[in-house]
């Protein structure tokens, strides 16, 4: 991948400085990073078996929309029996510890891009089931988001721009921290981490790149759907359902997104569960948004509380 300067350090949870800020993030820098760390071990855990991850997931599972999208019982129990057998290297694990503790948005989100990215694959790649046992993207897409200080991930008033920057460096930081834990700066999970706000028309970030690979697409639409759904600090509540959809509808409009996920992903809301492919989608917009949400905003000025330097 072309370099990417660092604007902020990438630490792993244990406080071990992988890049200085200023350093150049390419694959021959984190290459020689991963082998510069002889002593770590690669020992992995299954992701269901670690802690209480099954059972929230099945709680996040039972509470709307979710249950409506995983309604049929042979559904669920096919993709619990996939799911199951996901095995993470354990620091990826304390991650989720991590987020549990201090960010249980992120620890919920994570885990429901991780349930709904893997139903829409089953929809879209012929290979699902490999990439999704080899790969799962979901549970550590946001993982570079440990290297953001938490008082900007909560902040519920528009960010600085140095804020802004701060949020948005948990894409390269999660591709350097992933490709550290996995030992292979080229597994999907990396890539997934570094470009999931990357977009089709090249609007996203962190490179403004071309949004191809079909997994990161996914993650991507899951991703932005999830966040709408639940309630966040920047705004006054969840967008409810059908707005949500109609946002991500939009997205597809504007070529940030392609159809088909979109297609799947409201194919899975409706109470008939119709394959992608024979649905046609309303072209009128009848939701309402939540009436104060700053995302996106920003502040010209430095904010006096502003910390991340
Ligand atoms: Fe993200
Ligand atoms: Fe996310």
Known sequence: MPGLTLRYPIRTLDHQLLFPQGT???????????????????????????????QDCLDFLSTPPFVTIFSDPKEISDLLTLLEAVRFPIPILETLDYFKANDFYTYAHVLMVFALSTLLAKDLLPDYRERIRLSATGPTHDTG???????????????????????????????????????????????????????????????????????????????????????????????????????????????????????????????????????????????????YNVYGMMVEETDPNDRTG
């Not at 021959?28 to 991963?34: G, K, S």
């Open 24 to 54: 150049l993030l390419t694959e021959e820098t984190l290459d020689a990073v991963i082998h510069s760390h002889t002593t770590y071990s690669h020992r992995t855990s299954s992701l269901f078996l670690y802690g209480s991850v099954k």
């Open 145 to 291: 988001k440990v290297s953001v200080p938490q008082h900007i991930l909560k902040k519920t008033t528009p960010l600085t721009k140095r804020e802004r920057r701060f949020l948005e460096h948990h894409t390269a930081a999660g591709y350097a921290l992933l490709g550290y834990y996995y030992k292979d700066t080229q597994h999907l999970a990396c890539k997934v981490a570094l470009d999931h706000h990357e977009r089709k028309d090249r609007s996203g970030y962190p490179r403004g790149t071309l949004l191809e690979d079909p997994m990161v697409e996914i993650i991507a639409a899951c991703d932005v759907y999830d966040a709408l759904i639940m309630p966040r600090p920047y705004r006054s509540g969840a967008y409810d359902n059908r707005t949500a959809l109609e946002e991500v509808t939009e997205m597809a409009k504007q070529n940030k997104i392609g159809w088909d996920v979109v297609k799947a992903l409201i194919a899975h809301n409706r109470k008939s569960n119709p394959h992608y492919k024979e649905i046609t989608i309303s072209a009128e917009k009848r939701g309402t948004p939540p009436s």
